[in-house]
């Protein structure tokens, strides 16, 4: 069974700093990696996603991560925050099989500090 | 530009009392989905649907039902509303035909349902 992990429910950074959201997956097939992200009171928005091909994925906002496989991990990063990125940041994996088997990970909350 | 829209976007239910989320999307997709999203647990499962008429279980399907009659609706039923039900409910849709998988899912704005 696949899944994700999170580290770190909350992260603050100052605003101008670097954003780095960890998530470390496991999968028993290569997996598809999607980062989401969450602002208040409105559903899940798509940042980026990895299917195959280069490891290193551009999403929109100026995000992008980096698909790890020797690491199991797909961390994202920014490198300047601001103050619109505050929100919460969901990565999600899922096998070949298609979206019924895609699983989230508990969310990052990113506060930034003026 | 509708997208996904949810109805409704809050309730509060006594314990035992019965509802029906909706779901409608604008966008022709075959796959729906409702989760729950509880705080520290990110978004769970409930039930699915890969195309009008069929449904499938979730990760968290006990105490709910579907029903997806049209292309367009996904429909959440609570038979027996239970305060372990309190939570805040996204249905999704997205794209997935012949080589076109893994589609990114498209969220609604949520509802966000109290049982007391």
């Known amino acids: 069974a696949q899944s994700v992990t999170q580290l770190g429910s909350h992260v603050s950074v100052s605003e101008g700093a670097l954003v780095l959201l960890r998530c470390n997956y496991s999968?028993?097939?290569?997996?598809?990696l999607f980062w989401y992200v969450q602002y208040p009171n409105q559903g899940l928005q798509l940042l980026l996603k990895?299917?195959?091909?280069?490891?290193l994925v551009k999403g929109i906002n100026g995000f992008e991560a980096e698909f790890k496989k020797s690491e199991t991990s797909f961390h994202l990063t920014k490198p300047s925050a601001h103050m619109s990125d505050a929100a919460e940041y969901f990565c999600?994996?899922?096998?070949?099989?298609?979206?019924?088997?895609?699983?989230f990970g508990t969310g990052t909350r990113l506060t930034i500090i003026p | 530009n509708a997208g996904v829209t949810q109805t409704p976007k809050f309730r509060v239910l006594k314990t035992g009392q019965s509802m029906t989320l909706l779901c409608a999307q604008d966008?022709?997709?075959?796959?729906m989905y409702w989760y729950r999203q509880d705080p520290g647990m990110g978004l769970r499962l409930i039930h699915y649907?890969?195309?009008?008429?069929?449904?499938a279980k979730g990760e968290v399907p006990d105490g709910y039902n579907v029903s997806r009659l049209k292309k367009q609706n996904f429909l959440l039923g609570l038979e027996s509303a239970a305060p372990s039900q309190t939570s805040v409910y996204f249905c999704?849709?997205?794209?997935?035909?012949?080589?076109?998988?893994?589609?990114?899912?498209?969220f609604g704005d949520g509802t966000r349902l109290s049982i007391l």
């Open positions: 999704a849709s997205s794209y997935e035909k012949g080589v076109f998988r893994n589609q990114p899912q498209h």
């Open positions: 999968s028993s097939v290569p997996p598809y």
């Open positions: 990895y299917t195959t091909g280069a490891t």
């Open positions: 999600a994996v899922s096998d070949n099989f298609g979206n019924e088997k895609l699983t």
């Open positions: 966008m022709n997709h075959e796959y």
């Open positions: 649907s890969v195309g009008e008429g069929t449904t």
